[in-house]
T-cell receptor, first 112, second 113 residues
Framework: TAGITQAPTSQILAAGRSMTLRCTQD?????MYWYRQDLGLGLRLIHY???????GKGEVPDGYSVSRANTDDFPLTLASAVPSQTSVYFC???????????FGPGTRLTVL | QQQVKQSPQSLIVQKGGISIINCAYE??????FPWYQQFPGKGPALLIA?????SEKKEGRFTISFNKSAKQFSLHIMDSQPGDSATYFC????????????FGKGTKLSVIP
């Protein structure tokens, strides 16, 4: 099985433009997450979803939105990108809260 | 406020040596402490995890030592190999049903031949 796939692999985006990062999992996990990883800061949770139809805010949610229309997909949208959103974004999933989180390969986003 | 403090930021170890990475936490509500391993260009992957009801957990060459009273836990890699060269993150989760995994800032380990 593929596990978690993310698209695109990398992207350069002009400031002010919108962008949706895609995440799909095939493990039928209930919970999904979006993290950003910045050098020297580790991984920080942006948003999460504990089941289809529900989402929650993490540590750094400002400037990002998510939706969870079904179990498999959890897109992350930047409505109006800013340079501080330059980062590597990781999607993850787990069977339920507190379970092992499985990470995707990441999307490297550069906002100029 | 950084809830999980990790040290050192980088570590160089000779092949066959012991690598030790330390983490300290502040929130006594944390009750699950995983370590993740990340290779360049890849997503993090769970390496080993511990709950505070035990003081040590060993899986192969990897051992977590946990000191609940000091609110500290550490990862020991025995007989370190060049293939262990990666970035390691400690993390903590607060309570059953919690979704917010709090990560340390990471340690870049280089194992030299």
């Amino acid at each position: 099985t593929a596990g978690i796939t993310q698209a695109p692999t990398s992207q350069i985006l002009a400031a002010g433009r919108s962008m949706t990062l895609r995440c799909t999992q095939d493990m039928r996990h209930n919970a999904m997450y979006w993290y950003r990883q910045d050098l020297g800061l580790g991984l920080r949770l942006i948003h999460y979803s504990n089941t289809a139809g529900t989402t929650g805010k993490g540590e750094v949610p400002d400037g990002y939105s998510v939706s969870r229309a079904n179990t498999d997909d959890f897109p992350l949208t930047l409505a109006s990108a800013v340079p501080s959103q330059t980062s590597v974004y990781f999607c993850a999933s787990s069977t339920d809260a507190g379970g092992e989180q499985f990470f995707g390969p990441g999307t490297r986003l550069t906002v100029l | 406020q950084q809830q999980v403090k990790q040290s050192p930021q980088s570590l160089i170890v000779q092949k066959g040596g012991i690598s030790i990475i330390n983490c300290a936490y502040e929130n006594t509500a944390f009750d699950y402490f995983p370590w993740y391993q990340q290779f360049p260009g890849k997503g993090p992957a769970l390496l080993i995890a511990i709950r505070p009801d035990v003081s040590e957990k060993k899986e192969g060459r990897f051992t977590i030592s946990f000191n609940k009273s000091a609110k500290q836990f550490s990862l020991h890699i025995m007989d370190s190999q060049p293939g262990d060269s990666a970035t390691y993150f400690c993390a903590a989760l607060r309570g059953a049903g919690s979704y917010q995994l709090t990560f340390g800032k990471g340690t870049k380990l280089s194992v030299i031949p």
